[in-house]
């Protein structure tokens, strides 16, 4: 009987072991992976000792849970990749619209809230990739003309429940209007070689291994691949400027509305937007740096120049709904 | 002065709208051996479950050795009254071995004396060499015999038994009889038995229960029940016997078709009722010189003795013992019988008015 | 017939520690419910009239399918390794279980990078010029997936209901003159029912609630919309409404069970296993074939190319995986402990102190397995941080300092969102388990003064070590796995494994997910060894 009271109070010890939080640390609420965002926290408690304590989950979770934890939250600030998640954050009233130079001249204006409620800390390209055996550069255009007759049966997608896909169509709808995206979407559907695929790593390889000719895909999973296989069949295309430029998207940030450490927090985005941070993030994952000046990796600079769509990224968040509707509307699974 | 360890009084039990037990009555003194005997579903086992305290009772009140452990408003719970029950299925516990089993209710605290107590109690049992087996390793008899060292291991004030035998084969229960007869005098326990089975009620118990429909009808030894029958579904489920219609002058001649019973002036008050006497086969005798004929209807070969289904005059069959050595008649034949009727019981409709009348 | 007793204290403790149980076990299902109450979304009418109906058929679909795969694999694994003997049976008794180790959607993304065009079996194909694809990105390949990974639940359960219903009614049946072959129809499928129902009700579940591997096979079930609706339309409210449809789905299929069996008892007392019949020859290879090629599809194949993956990796991913291990580890135990210790109350209670609304009780305990996972995690969160406020309302107003949150993000809270997930699991073995013992044990036993806490640890919990085992290891392996609840409710940079697959698998990283899988996977191996070592 002794021996069980002792492991109930050990487990009860155990369980109600919450990370204390101190004065010298932030708290993160992120829906980006550890390993994508370790290194540039654990840079920035080396420059400035505050600690950075961090909890992953899905983006649409954390808000629920910010939510449900109201003000008593220990959250100080919500980090996610797609403005669309920081979009719905901000329309639930959980993020604090902060002002601040440093972050308004650090990221171009498309690329942040106009209201201040959130930040975008690194550009996701989403693009189109190519098989150069198969494909001649001249052939490709922009993701509407993926649509085209020559390319039936030749083109490979990831799944429609990705908000990737989804703040992709969205702002086609901003581009050209929700007929003619659905127009866009309905031809590409009937252009697909095989069933949609459930990463962006499988439709490289799809590409790669001749299953399809062309796909859409963020250049960061091509980079990964690359990185690994510089061998690799498959080849990335940006879209110019003149015919709408590159899609992009953002990982970033905002305040949580119930902070105690506005200022602290206010510091750390404005250091992650800073060089030191936005070269790590660049180099970590093969994204390119919201801030005008700072490298690419290597990989990066050799795909050439990003010409991208300026349209601003509340968008993404405003039109997803009706983006995800013409998806289910016209069969993109 | 003997007291009695079981009181049981104006008894009731329904399951739903279904009367299973209704104002029984038992009484049962200490070292009796009493069984509860009846046909299935006349709720003998229910009355079992009672005292026992696995179920309660909707009226009346089950007192065990002067303490009142059922009523209406009361039920003391099994663990509590010191009551040990042997299962039909004996319930052994499969996941302890035989000596574990029968610790298991001992109230002592000290493994030595529980040890010495488990090996005493196997020792009477003859099961020393099984005390380290499992019960599923045991023989029906063995696990028997298990089950009820088991139950009397915590000195019970009543050992209730519901179908001890019912699981076991024919040639093993003769034997399991005696032995548990024996077993349960030697320990000197107070015992109620649940069976459907006479032979095993006449062969133990000393005081029986007949039980039909959740009523006790009659309460007593082997003999009276036998001989002075109250109630005619009693005389009917022991043993076989006929009833044979009767007439009562008005000066208190009972005369059948077999002839007169008795004269007897005190039974002239049951004049002018219906009634019939019953008849056990050894109350009809074979006499050849007899005036009394009857056609032989079928004949039983028993080994020491055959019994003769005859069909009297009246239509009426009778049953006949003879010495199986004495002469045969064949079937159709015609036989001359006589009553020797030591005493007799006479009924009116279902119920006996008069239990001791002596022939003339 | 309990039910005429007066009143019994004791009982009176058991049956209020049961609703208790319930009622936290069902809060999590009520907040779900509730959401019916709040506005009705905008999205409910694009829901309804473009995808609901096919993510019903979808959904029945799939359920079907998996139904009937598990169910003709579990089942006739269950007949012939309780009835035969043949080469390997000893090992395939257990080496079957092994799959329940491997998260279905391990299985899934190993077997969807296998049998990818750009995979090692086709790239090989083409190579000798064999050009014949298929796509396993269908509700089939998912099927097949979710059965290997489910065969498991069916295969125990009715293994077991096998052992219980004993030979002497194969006996009897085959003297009824019926054939060897027939008895299987004619009277153990019959009498396998209870366990089968409770088997599939968790297959079914599983497979309904699941996410990962339909996700990965690109099958739009109903736990899809479930995440569409939230992940998508930002709208948890409608998510919550379509969830509330799967809780009131299982919830109608365990009370038509209970209502349709009626009074029929399945009970057995004999329990006698009798002997297993030797096979030879060409019978003894057929089963032999059929026990080693599942065991190859569902544990074999899956690992070795989880372990092909693993050791390509670098050596610093290793590194972590030891944190990650120990609170997977610890969570596991904590929680297979708990789930255990509760399903007992529970179970015993329904057995000792019977009541109508106790069977009602028990059974709202388990419904948490039929939830989605991350619906579950709101469910729970919403009323735990309700909660949570009152206490460190009721804190400050007596010390006039705010504690801040002290039940949300801290192990407790993923400890109780896995509990209540995991019920059905205990539950599922040790009601199976109950129903075998005959009720004169207890009364043989209460006739000894034994009664409550002290018969079920003299007499039950023996009795039933084997469930008990079951359950503690099921239970853990399964909360091991668990992810959307993990992670939801999990405190701040505290990750298991699960956590770390998941957000691997996200990144469409397979082969880095596969140093966090492998190790979860002996994890789970290890306690079904252990369960093995016990069951014997």
Redesign the interface.
């Known amino acids: 009987m002794k021996s069980i009271l002792l492991i109930i109070s050990l487990a009860a010890a155990y369980c109600a072991s919450g990370t204390a939080v101190s004065a010298e640390e932030l708290v993160v609420y992120s829906s980006r992976k550890q390993h994508l965002v370790k290194p540039v926290f654990d840079a920035y408690e080396k420059k400035t000792g505050i600690k950075i304590l961090s909890v992953t989950d899905k983006a649409p979770a954390l808000v629920e849970r910010l939510k449900a934890e109201g003000k008593r939250s220990r959250a100080d600030i919500y980090m996610t990749v797609d403005a669309g998640n920081l979009w719905n954050a901000a329309e639930k009233g959980l993020l604090k619209p902060i002002k601040s130079e440093t972050l308004s001249s650090n990221i171009p204006d498309h690329l942040r809230d106009p209201n201040g409620n959130w930040f975008g800390l690194t550009i996701r390209a989403r693009t189109i990739v190519y098989a150069p055996e198969r494909v001649k550069v001249a052939e490709l255009k922009d993701y509407r003309s993926l649509g085209l007759p020559k390319w039936k049966k030749r083109l490979c997608l990831r799944t429609a429940k990705k908000v990737y896909n989804q703040s992709l169509v969205a702002m086609l709808i901003s581009d050209y209007g929700e007929k003619e995206a659905e127009s866009i979407v309905t031809s590409w559907v009937a252009n697909l070689a095989t069933k949609v695929f459930p990463n962006d790593n499988a439709v490289i390889k799809a590409v790669a291994a001749g299953q399809c000719d062309v796909g859409i895909v963020n250049s960061y999973y091509f980079g990964r691949l690359k990185k690994k296989d510089p061998g690799l069949k498959v080849a990335l295309f940006f879209p110019k400027q003149s015919t709408g430029g590159v899609h992009v998207n953002i990982s970033g940030a905002g305040i949580v509305s119930t902070s105690k450490n506005v200022a602290k927090a206010t510091k750390f985005l404005e250091w992650m937007s800073g060089d030191d941070a936005q070269k790590i993030l660049a180099e970590l994952n093969h994204e390119y740096p919201v801030k005008n000046g700072v490298p690419t990796s290597d990989l990066v600079k050799s795909w050439g120049v990003l010409e991208e769509n300026k349209n601003n990224l509340r968008q993404a968040g405003e039109l997803q709904g009706a983006a995800i509707k013409l998806m289910d509307r016209v069969g993109y699974r | 002065m003997t007291r009695n360890v079981l009181e049981v009084s104006d008894v009731a039990y329904s399951y739903g709208s279904t009367q299973v037990l209704n104002e029984v009555d038992l009484k049962v003194e200490e070292g009796e051996i009493a069984c509860l005997l009846g046909a299935s579903g006349c709720g003998k086992t229910t009355l079992l479950r009672c005292i026992a305290g696995f179920e309660s009772v909707a009226n009346g009140m089950i007192v065990i050795n002067g303490t009142m452990v059922s009523s209406k408003t009361r039920l003391v719970p099994p663990e509590s009254r010191n009551v040990g029950i042997v299962f039909q299925d004996y319930a052994l516990f499969p996941h302890l071995t035989v000596s574990e089993n029968i610790a298991f209710g001992i109230r002592q605290k000290d493994p030595e004396s529980i040890s010495k107590k488990v090996s005493s109690l196997l020792a009477s049992v003859n099961l020393e060499s099984k005390k380290d087996a499992y019960p599923q390793e045991l023989s029906g008899g063995q696990q028997q015999r298990v089950a009820l060292i088991r139950a009397l291991a915590p000195e019970p004030d009543l050992l209730l038994l519901d179908e001890p035998f019912s699981n076991l084969d024919n040639s093993l229960r003769e034997k399991m009889k005696r032995e548990l007869k024996a077993l349960l005098k030697s320990f000197g326990v107070t015992a109620v038995l649940v069976t459907h089975n006479q032979d095993e009620a006449f062969d133990i118990a000393d005081k029986i229960a007949v039980m039909q429909q959740g009523r006790i009808l009659q309460w007593g030894s082997a003999y009276q029940l036998y001989h002075e029958p109250l109630h005619h579904f009693v005389a009917e489920f022991l043993g076989s016997g006929v009833f044979l219609p009767a007439d009562l002058t008005t000066e208190g001649r009972l005369e059948t078709e077999l002839g007169v019973i008795t004269d007897d002036p005190s039974l002239a008050q049951y004049s002018d009722t219906h009634l019939s006497i019953l008849l056990r086969p050894d109350d009809i005798v074979a006499d050849d010189k007899s005036t009394h004929k009857a056609r032989v209807v079928a004949i039983a070969f028993r080994g020491m003795y055959q019994v003769y289904s005859l069909r009297l005059e009246s239509g009426k069959e009778i049953q006949c013992f003879t010495s199986s050595h004495e002469q045969r008649h064949e079937v159709n034949s015609m036989m001359g019988i006589r009553l020797a009727v030591h005493h007799a019981v006479i009924f009116s409709g279902e119920n006996a008015i008069v239990r001791h009348v002596n022939p003339t | ?1 309990n039910s ?3 009143s ?1 204290p004791k009982g009176r403790w058991w049956r209020l520690s049961t609703i208790l149980i319930a009622a936290v076990a069902i809060a999590p299902i009520v907040t779900v419910l509730l959401s019916w109450l709040l506005p009705f979304s905008e ?1 409910w009418d ?1 829901f309804g009239q ?2 609901l109906p096919k993510l019903v058929v979808n959904s029945l679909g799939l359920l079907c399918l998996v139904a009937i795969g598990t169910c003709v694999i579990g089942l006739s694994l269950g007949w012939i390794i309780s009835q035969f003997d043949f080469p390997g049976r000893r090992f395939f008794q257990f080496a079957l279980l092994f799959p329940l180790a491997i998260p279905a959607y391990v299985i899934g993304f190993v077997y ?1 990078g296998l049998t ?3 995979g090692p079996l086709f ?1 090989g194909l083409r190579s000798i010029g064999v050009g014949f ?1 298929f ?1 396993m ?2 509700i089939y390949g998912a099927a097949f997936v979710l059965v290997l990974s489910l065969y498991p639940y069916v295969y125990l359960l009715t293994k077991q209901g096998f052992a219980t219903i004993g030979h002497r009614y194969f006996e009897a049946a085959r003297a009824l003159g019926v054939s060897s072959s027939q008895v299987f129809f004619k009277v153990a499928l019959p009498m396998n029912r209870p366990w089968l129902f409770v088997a599939l009700s968790l297959v079914g579940m599983e497979t309904l609630a699941d996410f990962g591997a339909v ?4 099958v ?1 079930t109903f736990s ?1 919309g479930i ?2 609706a ?5 709208s ?1 409210t409608l998510a919550a409404q379509l969830a509330s449809i799967l809780v009131v789905i299982v919830g109608g299929i365990v009370i038509f069970d209970k209502v349709q069996r009626g009074k029929r008892s399945f009970v057995s ?1 004999t ?2 296993s009798g002997r297993r019949r030797r096979l030879h020859g060409r019978k003894a290879i057929i089963c032999f074939g059929y026990c080693c090629t599942l065991f190859l599809l569902s544990f074999v194949i899956p690992m070795l190319q989880l372990l092909v993956w693993a050791l390509q990796l670098d050596a610093e991913i290793w590194e972590s995986m030891l944190e990650l291990t120990s609170n997977s580890v ?1 969570i596991g135990l ?1 929680v297979s402990l708990l789930v255990t210790g509760l399903c007992l109350l529970l179970v015993y209670t329904y057995r000792f102190y019977s009541r109508p609304f106790i069977w009602m009780a028990s059974q709202a305990a388990t419904l948490g397995y039929a939830l989605p996972g ?1 619906v579950l ?2 469910g729970l ?2 009323p ?3 909660m ?2 009152r206490l ?1 309302d009721f804190i400050m107003n007596l010390t006039g300092t ?1 504690p ?3 039940l ?5 809270a993923v ?1 109780i969102g896995l509990s209540i997930r995991f019920m059905a699991v205990g539950h599922a073995q040790l009601h199976a388990a109950q129903q075998r013992v ?1 009720k ?2 207890d ?9 409550g806490i002290d018969q079920m640890k ?2 039950h919990i ?2 039933a ?1 084997k469930a008990v085992a079951a359950s503690i290891s099921l239970v853990f392996v399964d909360s091991i796995k668990e992810m ?1 609840l993990t ?2 409710t ?6 298991t494994l699960s ?1 770390k697959i998941f ?2 698998i ?5 082969e880095m997910a596969a140093a966090p899988a492998v190790i979860l996977s002996i994890v789970g191996l290890t306690s079904l060894v252990l369960l093995g070592k016990e069951a014997k």
């Open positions: 017939m005429d007793k007066p019994d999205h694009h473009t995808i969807l990818a065009f750009s790239t694809f796509d990105k269908t996700s990965i096979f690109v739009d899809v995440y569409k939230w992940y998508g339309f930002f948890p007392l329990g006698l610890l904590m991350s995690a709101i969160f919403l735990l941080a309700a949570d406020h460190a705010d801040g949150l002290l949300t993000g801290t192990v407790f400890v005959s004169r044990i009364e043989a036993a209460q006739n000894f003064g034994s009664t003299r007499i023996p009795i070590w959307p992670l939801m999990r405190p701040f940079s505290w990750d956590v957000e691997l996200s990144e469409g990283e397979w």
